[in-house]
């Protein structure tokens, strides 16, 4: 897609020279920004002319992944750092509907910052209580979690000249154990519902819906759910959406089946 009213794409090698506003964004992997027309802005800045490093372990063994983190980089990261999570962050990676192209370009930072409903990173995110650092015009920082930066479909709470530049992981959500489901209604098909989900060591679960709601969904239990419990706690989400790939009806009943697969899987 030709973005015509581009008048700019800077590659800039400091922070300082990031420029950003309203009109002129950030640029990632391209995948979602090259792919519908963007009247409204003039101007692009190459996120991955910066050099970071996609990931690091950090010192008190949680998990610093930059934003430009592509999804094949994230699937790399090795079980020593992700550890527990490992599985989950394949799955999650693999709920994305895309191409090798899109595998290999798209980023982190974008698919969160893009705030579909089918946000795969955004799951993986609030199921691990994830945490982004945000660059704010100013020279300085805030920092948010995943499941509280996403208000809704294409909604974040970031600020025209904000940039994220990390996704913060942990070291206690790294050693949960995970589960995941997703459904959609053809084989190779959006999302209709996702659920990612992790048991803490102390017994503890949280429960991230996304794909058929219009914002991540968090469920949180101090101890092992029953199954009554949890359907109570499904049954209160209140975002479900209709569109092509799934009627808001089925995405609940959908998740109530699912969440219980959850539940008896976690406690097993
Ligand atoms: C074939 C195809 C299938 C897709 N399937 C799915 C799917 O199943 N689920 C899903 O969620 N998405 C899907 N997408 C869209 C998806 O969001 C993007 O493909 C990708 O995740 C966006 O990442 P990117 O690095 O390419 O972002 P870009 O396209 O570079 O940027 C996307 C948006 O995020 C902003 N942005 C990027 N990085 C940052 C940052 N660090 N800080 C602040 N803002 C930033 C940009 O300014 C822009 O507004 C699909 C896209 C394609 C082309």
Same mark, same amino acid.
């Given at each position: 897609?030709?973005?015509?009213?581009?008048?700019?794409?800077?590659?800039?090698?400091?922070?300082?020279?990031?420029?950003?506003?309203?009109?002129?964004?950030?640029?990632?992997?391209?995948?979602?920004?090259?792919?519908?027309?963007?009247?409204?802005?003039?101007?692009?800045?190459?996120? %991955?002319?910066?050099?970071?490093?996609?990931?690091?372990? +950090?010192?008190?063994?949680?998990?610093?992944?930059?934003?430009?983190?592509?999804?094949?980089?994230?699937?790399?990261?090795?079980?020593?750092?992700?550890? @527990?999570?490992?599985?989950?962050? @394949?799955?999650?990676?693999?709920?994305?509907?895309?191409?090798?192209?899109?595998?290999?370009? *798209?980023?982190?930072? $974008?698919?969160?910052?893009?705030?579909?409903?089918?946000?795969?990173?955004?799951?993986?995110?609030?199921?691990?209580?994830?945490?982004?650092?945000?660059?704010?015009?100013?020279?300085? #920082?805030?920092?948010?979690?995943?499941?509280?930066?996403?208000?809704?479909?294409?909604? %974040?709470?970031?600020?025209?000249? #904000?940039?994220?530049?990390?996704?913060?992981?942990?070291?206690?959500?790294?050693?949960?154990? &995970?589960?995941?489901? @997703?459904?959609?209604?053809?084989?190779?098909?959006?999302?209709? &519902?996702?659920?990612? *989900?992790? +048991?803490?060591?102390?017994?503890?679960?949280?429960?991230?819906?996304? $794909?058929?709601? %219009? +914002?991540? #969904?968090?469920?949180?239990?101090?101890?092992?759910?029953?199954?009554?419990?949890?359907?109570?706690?499904?049954?209160?989400?209140? %975002?479900?959406? &209709?569109? *092509?790939?799934?009627?808001?009806?089925?995405? +609940? *009943?959908?998740?109530? @089946?699912?969440?219980?697969?959850?539940?008896?899987?976690?406690?097993?």
């Amino acid at each position: 897609m030709d973005l015509p009213n581009l008048t700019e794409v800077r590659r800039p090698t400091s922070r300082s020279q990031l420029g950003l506003s309203a009109a002129v964004v950030p640029l990632a992997g391209g995948t979602w920004l090259y792919s519908e027309p963007q009247p409204h802005l003039t101007g692009l800045v190459d996120l %991955t002319a910066l050099g970071w490093s996609p990931w690091e372990a +950090r010192p008190d063994g949680g998990l610093s992944i930059a934003a430009t983190c592509t999804i094949a980089q994230l699937v790399a990261i090795p079980a020593s750092a992700a550890r @527990r999570a490992t599985p989950l962050v @394949r799955q999650s990676a693999e709920s994305l509907l895309q191409s090798f192209k899109v595998w290999n370009t *798209a980023t982190v930072g $974008g698919n969160i910052a893009t705030a579909l409903a089918a946000g795969a990173l955004i799951g993986l995110g609030g199921a691990l209580d994830a945490e982004l650092v945000v660059w704010t015009p100013d020279g300085g #920082e805030r920092r948010q979690r995943v499941a509280d930066f996403v208000l809704g479909e294409r909604r %974040t709470t970031a600020l025209p000249g #904000e940039v994220i530049r990390s996704i913060e992981v942990a070291p206690g959500p790294l050693d949960a154990v &995970t589960a995941f489901r @997703r459904i959609a209604l053809t084989p190779l098909g959006r999302a209709g &519902t996702v659920l990612a *989900a992790r +048991r803490d060591p102390d017994g503890a679960v949280v429960l991230c819906v996304t $794909g058929g709601t %219009t +914002r991540p #969904e968090v469920l949180r239990f101090a101890a092992p759910p029953t199954a009554d419990l949890l359907r109570a706690a499904v049954e209160r989400i209140g %975002t479900w959406f &209709t569109d *092509a790939h799934g009627a808001a009806d089925w995405r +609940r *009943a959908m998740t109530l @089946r699912l969440a219980e697969e959850i539940r008896q899987e976690l406690a097993a």
